[in-house]
């Protein structure tokens, strides 16, 4: 079957730490990949997604992720994390065999950062 | 900017009541979806919509879900009678043109 995993549940950070959020996919076909973060009492907001091209994307708020399309992965980087990105991130993937398009979502890693 | 809102953001109900979750995507947008998140679980699908049907559901959208679009702008979610394990924060979301989904706030449902 299909899915997303998320290996990392809970992260804690110091300010300035880099960071790096696994993200891996079972599917062998056309993927579209995409990382959703939920701030706080706030809802899911884009951070960047990937559906062909240049498999090294950069997002909003300094976020990158790189698609390696033989490791099935598509993992998340900041080179410094602040405050500020405790947060709730989601990696979430639609396989294009779906024809609603629908996305399925990793368990989600709670990262707080440590001022 | 845009944005996907939902109303209520919270709702309390007795087990067997109906209810009916509001969403008003983003307009110019033609996909909607509902998902779901039991506490400590996984965003799961449940719907998507497009062009006035239902396009693809899960297993979860059962005989108790529906959704409609009632006025163009609208776009609900309806359990008929609801169960305890109903019980979770559901989300709309819409797409854009290039497969973007952007969702709303969330509605977190109790059922008692």
């Known amino acids: 079957a299909q899915s997303v995993s998320q290996h990392n549940h809970h992260v804690i950070l110091s300010e300035a730490a880099s960071l790096e959020l696994g993200c891996n996919y079972s599917y062998g076909g056309t993927v579209n990949l995409f990382w959703y973060v939920q701030y706080p009492g706030q809802h899911l907001q884009l951070l960047l997604k990937?559906?062909?091209?240049?498999?090294l994307v950069k997002g909003i708020k300094g976020f990158e992720a790189e698609f390696i399309k033989s490791k099935f992965s598509f993992n998340l980087r900041k080179p410094s994390v602040q405050w500020s990105d405790t947060a709730e991130y989601f990696c979430?993937?639609?396989?294009?065999?779906?024809?609603?398009?629908?996305?399925?979502f990793g368990g989600g890693t709670r990262l707080m950062v440590k001022p | 900017e845009p944005e996907v809102t939902q109303t209520p953001s919270h709702q309390v109900t007795q087990m067997g009541q109906e209810v009916i979750l509001r969403c008003v995507p983003i307009?110019?947008?033609?996909?909607f979806y509902w998902y779901r998140q039991i506490l400590g679980q996984k965003v799961e699908f449940l719907v998507s919509?497009?062009?006035?049907?239902?396009?693809?559901k899960s297993e979860i959208f059962d005989d108790q879900f529906s959704v409609e679009r009632p006025d163009g702008s609208n776009f609900t979610l309806k359990i008929r009678s609801t169960k305890l394990e109903d019980s979770a924060m559901y989300f709309c979301a819409s797409q854009d043109r290039r497969k973007t989904q952007y969702f709303g706030p969330g509605t977190r449902l109790l059922v008692l």
């Open positions: 919509f497009y062009n006035n049907e239902i396009s693809e």
């Open positions: 307009s110019n947008h033609l996909y």
């Open positions: 979430a993937v639609t396989f294009n065999n779906n024809a609603g398009n629908m996305l399925t």
């Open positions: 990937y559906f062909s091209g240049d498999p």
